[in-house]
């Protein structure tokens, strides 16, 4: 069973609005949270993450927010841009151990 | 400075056959993973290195096996391949000893017929 989940496999979103990417997670011993973003034909980026301390980490359009009673995380981007398309991972790690999500695909239409 | 670099790119393996993937990074790291992706699901961890001359399994290292030659390099071998082996394969480093921000090669997409 999967213990970080994405179930939404896509997202469409206009240009210039906001896009909300969720994430749920059921195991609470993991020190961090991230999110990577994966292009067709190349391996995943790094683009945020949170410590499982924190609520909410800001880096410029995009900002993750960490809910621990709901288990819940979300990535959030703003505005959007065409350039943004691309398929995001959660993942939650810790020491070694990196979990990721199935991933969702952000479409940014112009 | 290249990053990551994985090969082959492409392969295409008859059931029982072996073959090395190949990986090496050049940004010093000391932690070294070997995931697979398979549609509709996440990158899944085989193996890890998180030193030069250590390895632990990862989530699904049945079929696997790693070498960490040295500090820029780490293999891995599939001894049989099997079709349930088909899947894409990433290769990632990261320079703490538990990693979270890893930096992942391009990828070698593997067949096994």
């Known amino acids: 069973d999967q213990q970080v989940k994405q179930n939404s496999p896509s997202l469409s979103v206009q240009e210039g609005r906001i896009s909300i990417l969720n994430c749920d997670y059921t195991?609470?011993?993991?020190?961090?949270f991230l999110w990577y973003k994966k292009y067709p034909a190349e391996g995943p980026t790094f683009l945020i993450s949170?410590?499982?301390?924190?609520d909410k980490n800001e880096d410029g359009r995009f900002t993750v927010f960490l809910n621990k009673s709901a288990k819940h995380l979300s990535l959030h981007i703003v505005p959007s841009q065409p350039g943004d398309s691309a398929v995001y991972f959660c993942?939650?790690?810790?020491?070694?151990?990196?979990?990721f999500g199935a991933g969702t695909r952000l479409t940014v239409k112009p | 400075n290249a990053g990551v670099t994985q090969t082959p790119k492409f392969q295409v393996l008859k059931t029982g056959q072996s073959m090395t993937l190949q990986c090496a990074q050049d940004m010093n790291h000391n932690s070294m993973y070997w995931y697979r992706q398979d549609p509709g699901m996440g990158l899944r961890l085989i193996y890890y290195s998180a030193s030069e001359g250590t390895t632990d399994k990862g989530e699904v290292p049945n079929g696997y096996n790693v070498s960490r030659l040295n500090k820029r390099e780490f293999s891995l071998r599939l001894e049989s391949a099997a079709p349930s082996q088909t899947s894409v394969y990433f290769c990632?480093?990261?320079?703490?000893?538990?990693?979270?921000?890893?930096?992942f090669g391009p990828g070698t997409r593997l067949t096994v017929t």
């Open positions: 990632a480093s990261s320079d703490r000893g538990y990693s979270y921000e890893q930096y």
């Open positions: 949170i410590s499982s301390i924190k």
């Open positions: 993942a939650e790690c810790s020491n070694n151990d990196m979990r």
């Open positions: 195991n609470s011993m993991f020190d961090y």
